[in-house]
């Protein structure tokens, strides 16, 4: 008993050896660990700053695109305007131009048709007196130009006239002489005038001549023997050809528009004086309208002295040449077929102005003063 006693010792003394040792190992283990998570925590902190630099940088980054990108559009803004207004002031500034020239074409050009219109009734009236003074049977007023149909014709298409009538000037010494005449010629001349123009008679109604100078008497269609004036002014050739003898040898005389320009007519004969407006007579002075002429356009009578002879200022005024003119042949055919919605207002001295619109070659009548369309 004894003897095991110290054996039970000395397995007790190595038994807390072997303790001391493992506490001691196990304290140095613990600090190995404090160390590790001492260095873990380091790293982390460093990572975690990295990061956060990052962000920050990222960050940075976002707001210098946002900020370049806002620049580029405040930039491209500000050129767009700029080209804007320089693209918007050139394309006025050329519309303006072409306006202008349009404008300026179409005044010229109407100035310069009235001033053909012009020239065509006085070379009309010079070879109606260049006939008559090469003849040596004809006098004034007992004669009637020959073909006169035909070559009014050609007058009326070069200027676009819808209507010639020539007034033979009767002093009342011939006025008798003058009835006899008609009677005898009246139904020679019209039929020669129908021959020309359609070719047979079947538009001739052989009705409603009279046999002295006349004038309308009030009632509609009714006419009377004119008064005993000192000179008068029958209508006898026309063209286009009249429909009946109605206008045969009704004074001009008496209507105002030539009471009013028959004084400046017998002063300054080379003049082509053209009358106030006056709507349409539907068909009263003649059978046709010009072309491209719409019926209620405004229309004017224009009158030009024929004289004894050609090229005489001191010859004496023995007819004159009568028209109807539409105005809206002043403006026709001026501009291309692109060119439309143009507004011309045409004025007169009498202060009369009307206006137009014209969409390439055709002028539409649109009302009495300025109008301005939108």
């Not at 009637?144 to 200027?159: D, E, H, K, W």
């Not at 129908?194 to 509609?220: C, K, W």
């Amino acid at each position: 008993m004894v003897a095991s006693a110290p054996r039970s010792s000395h397995r007790s003394s190595d038994g807390g050896s072997s303790r001391t040792a493992t506490t001691t190992k196990t304290n140095s283990s613990i600090n190995n660990t404090t160390k590790t998570t001492e260095h873990d925590d380091t790293s982390s902190d460093a990572t975690q700053r990295a990061g956060d630099e990052a962000r920050r940088d990222a960050q940075q980054l976002r707001m210098w695109r946002w900020a370049v990108a806002a620049a580029l559009l405040l930039v491209a803004a500000a050129v767009s305007g700029v080209s804007y207004r320089f693209l918007a002031d050139d394309q006025h500034s050329e519309f303006k131009n072409s306006f202008d020239q349009y404008a300026h074409a179409i005044g010229d050009a109407a100035v310069a048709r009235h001033h053909t219109l012009g020239a065509a009734y006085r070379g009309f009236r010079s070879s109606i007196s260049t006939y008559v003074a090469s003849t040596n049977n004809d006098e004034w007023p007992l004669v009637t130009i020959p073909y006169f149909r035909t070559n009014a014709g050609a007058v009326l298409q070069q200027s676009n006239t819808e209507a010639l009538c020539l007034m033979h000037v009767v002093d009342h010494d011939d006025r008798v002489a003058w009835e006899n005449f008609t009677v005898l010629e009246h139904q020679a001349m019209v039929s020669e005038a129908h021959m020309l123009q359609n070719g047979n008679l079947e538009a001739l109604d052989e009705t409603g001549f009279r046999s002295y100078i006349s004038v309308p008497s009030g009632t509609a269609g009714a006419y009377v023997p004119d008064e005993e004036r000192e000179q008068y002014f029958p209508v006898w050739e026309s063209a286009p050809a009249p429909a009946t003898y109605e206008q045969l040898n009704v004074n001009s005389l008496a209507t105002p528009a030539l009471q009013m320009h028959v004084g400046p007519l017998l002063t300054l004969k080379d003049q082509v004086i053209f009358a106030k407006v006056h709507p349409y007579d539907d068909g009263v002075l003649h059978s046709e309208l010009a072309a491209g002429s719409a019926a209620q356009s405004p229309r004017t009578s224009f009158y030009v002295a024929v004289q004894e002879r050609v090229e005489d200022p001191d010859s004496r005024v023995v007819a004159i040449l009568s028209g109807m003119l539409s105005w809206d042949t002043l403006l026709v055919d001026l501009l291309p077929d692109n060119v439309k919605g143009l507004v011309a207002v045409i004025k007169n001295t009498c202060g009369q102005a009307h206006t137009y619109e014209m969409d390439g070659k055709a002028a539409t009548f649109i009302g009495d003063g300025e109008w301005q369309l939108r």
